[in-house]
């Protein structure tokens, strides 16, 4: 699982829902791969305004990944300019910056492969397997 | 404006204006529907430009092309007066211009004599240009509509061909050539329209909570949406055979699929859940004025799995659990062995869920499109389930014999848009259980015909085929002779 789907993730029972320590899932154990990918920047454009940028670093730090900065970059920052293009205006396609490009390698190169994603309030541990992570909760928890 | 005439397929009618409409407003173009029947496979339209045609036309599904219109009749008389009166000024474009110019005859056949003499007719366009029946600069076609067993046709056109449609994606991502599917997958063609009328793109973020082997973010991702997924069975997304992974051979998984299609980069991954416990973040679905709500999806596509013989279950016991058996659970939960129990789930409670949980996650003009099965009874057929922050934008219809299965789509309102008035009607509802009293009846009528419905589903694929090949039989070929 790429690791933008942890920015959607939390808790699946329903009492921890509302406590804020149930976002976002801390990765425990955890078993990365690099797994390249064209940039989409049409997708981080649209994307960006609805990140939780707090958590998204918190998880960042703690799977030991380059640091993300304090602040969430405005979305122009992920253009550097246009390219070669024919007229004016529209021109060419637009050039992903060096932000942008950060950004992709840690939303939607870096993936999960096996270990656990733990919930900071009730400690309950979701295992990864193969890349997919299992949210059923046992009988009791229901 | 200038009109354009959209040669539509003569089948899944009810779909095919929502998949248009829905491709103008992807395409941001303003659309206005000039002239449609249910029952005819011509469909003119008007449109700001040509390449706001050429952009709907390359992703819609259910058409084959796009022409723009130079005139049209009731015969042939009106046909010509009317070519002469709207588009003289179009022809001495066309004057040297390498073309060809064919004929469309939908449920009539004319002989090659005949077509000739068609064509002939339009020598007044005056076209001098060389004739390809390859690769043509430009190409004109004239339209015939028969009605069934007529011997003249009742409507034609004459149109200069714009663009093709996206409809060779079907055959592109045909189940039977796709690396991992299961019975229930749906197929690719209902699949792609599906996507379309949920406005998939470039950009977006797209989930299906009920997944099966990925066919509604396969078709998404097509359309250059970014995916995920759930199911409650795990096997259906890890698939079968051995482990990809560990490099064994004949692994067969949802990943492998999008690998197929060259889409894996569009993938983030798929989670095993359901959706009455999901892992997903649920924001409030009013911000309250406290800005941003937090949701994050464009588009929910799902067929929720409504049959009897894989059954409706949710996580949970089916009564509640004595001590013994809760520390049972406590104890076995993490053994690599261990099944979560099972509970049923009310097939209107599932409905309900599913509204609140896009009510909750769905941007702004953000699009649920969900599949549902429906008797063709009367009382039914106008059970739309509602959510006051959703508001209905189509209903397709693909009948069978006794049942239908109809596509849903909504569309989620803005927070302005929110009547206040009904969110609060729909609270006390829901707390009182209203809702699921009054459709007692409604539920037991509904779950009579499953099996019914079940068997059809089965079936539908293979009455599909057959509509193609009937569509063939009944359309000879586009003709094609030189003027
Ligand atoms: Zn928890």
Not at chain 1, 71 to 88: S, T
């Amino acid at each position: 699982m790429k690791l933008l789907t942890l920015n959607f993730l939390t808790c699946a029972i329903k009492s921890c829902k509302t406590s804020p320590a149930s976002f976002p899932l801390h990765p425990r154990d955890a078993e990365l791969e690099i797994v390249e990918a064209d940039v989409n920047l049409a997708f981080l454009q649209n994307i960006l305004p609805r990140l939780m940028w707090a958590e998204l670093r918190t998880i960042a730090s703690e799977l030991g990944l380059p640091t993300l900065p304090e602040d969430i970059p405005e979305r122009e920052a992920l253009v550097e300019g246009r390219g070669e293009g024919e007229g004016e205006g529209e021109g060419g396609e637009q050039i992903p910056s060096q932000t942008a490009k950060d950004l992709h390698r840690v939303l939607l190169e870096t993936c999960i492969q096996e270990g656990k994603l733990v919930c900071g309030n009730c400690g309950h541990e979701y295992a990864v397997k193969e890349g997919v992570a299992n949210f059923l909760l046992p009988g009791h928890l229901v | 404006m200038p009109d354009y005439l959209i040669r539509l397929v003569q089948m899944h009618e009810s779909f095919r204006k929502a998949e248009i409409q829905a491709l103008a407003e992807v395409a941001g173009v303003e659309i206005k529907v000039v002239e449609y029947h249910e029952d005819s496979p011509y469909c003119t339209v008007r449109l700001p430009s040509e390449s706001a045609a050429t952009a709907i036309m390359t992703r819609t599904i259910l058409a084959h092309g796009i022409h723009e219109l130079w005139g049209r009749g009731q015969n042939y008389e009106e046909l010509h007066h009317s070519v002469k009166n709207d588009s003289s000024s179009l022809w001495s474009r066309y004057h040297l211009t390498p073309f060809r110019f064919t004929l469309d005859s939908f449920r009539g056949a004319r002989t090659p004599a005949e077509q000739r003499t068609i064509i002939e007719s339009f020598s007044y366009l005056d076209f001098q240009g060389p004739i390809r029946m390859k690769d043509p600069e430009v190409s004109f076609r004239v339209f015939e509509h028969y009605d069934d067993k007529a011997t003249a046709p009742k409507r034609l056109y004459l149109g200069r061909f714009v663009a093709s449609s996206g409809r060779h994606a079907m055959t592109a991502y045909d189940l039977k050539k796709r690396h991992y599917i299961s019975t229930t997958s749906m197929d690719a063609e209902l699949a792609l329209v599906t996507a379309n009328i949920a406005l998939a793109a470039p950009g977006k973020l797209f989930y299906d909570p009920f997944m099966g082997t990925g066919g509604f973010p396969i078709a998404s991702a097509h359309f250059g949406a970014v995916v995920c997924g759930s199911d409650i069975d795990g096997r259906s997304i890890r698939g079968t055979g051995g482990s990809s992974r560990k490099g064994q051979v004949g692994k067969r998984d949802v990943a492998g699929n999008f690998k197929q299609y060259g889409t894996e980069g569009s993938y983030l991954g798929a989670f095993v859940s359901d959706l009455t416990n999901t892992p997903l973040r649920v924001p409030a679905p009013s911000s309250e004025g406290h800005g941003r709500r937090g949701a994050y999806l464009d588009g929910i596509i799902c067929d929720p799995p409504y049959g009897i013989r894989e059954g409706l279950k949710v996580l949970g016991s089916r009564e509640e659990l004595g001590d013994v058996e809760r520390a049972t659970h406590r104890d076995r939960h993490k053994e690599p062995s261990y099944i979560p129990p099972k509970r049923p789930y009310s097939f209107i409670a599932m409905l309900d869920d599913i509204l609140a949980f896009a009510a909750s996650a769905l941007v702004a003009n953000g699009r649920l499109s969900m599949w549902m099965p429906t008797a063709n009874d009367e009382d039914i057929e106008l059970f739309i389930p509602t959510n006051p922050y959703l508001e209905i934008v189509s209903v397709c219809v693909q009948p069978f014999n006794k049942w239908s299965r109809r596509l849903l789509t909504y569309r989620r309102l803005g927070d302005e848009e929110v009547d206040k008035e009904q969110v609060e009607i729909a609270r006390k509802e829901y707390e009182k259980g209203v809702k699921a009293d009054d459709l007692n009846i409604f539920r037991r009528k509904y779950f009579e015909g499953f099996k019914e419905y079940e068997r059809l589903r089965q079936e539908a694929l293979i009455s599909e085929e057959t509509a193609i090949r009937k569509e063939k039989v009944k359309r000879p070929g586009i003709s094609e002779i030189e003027k």
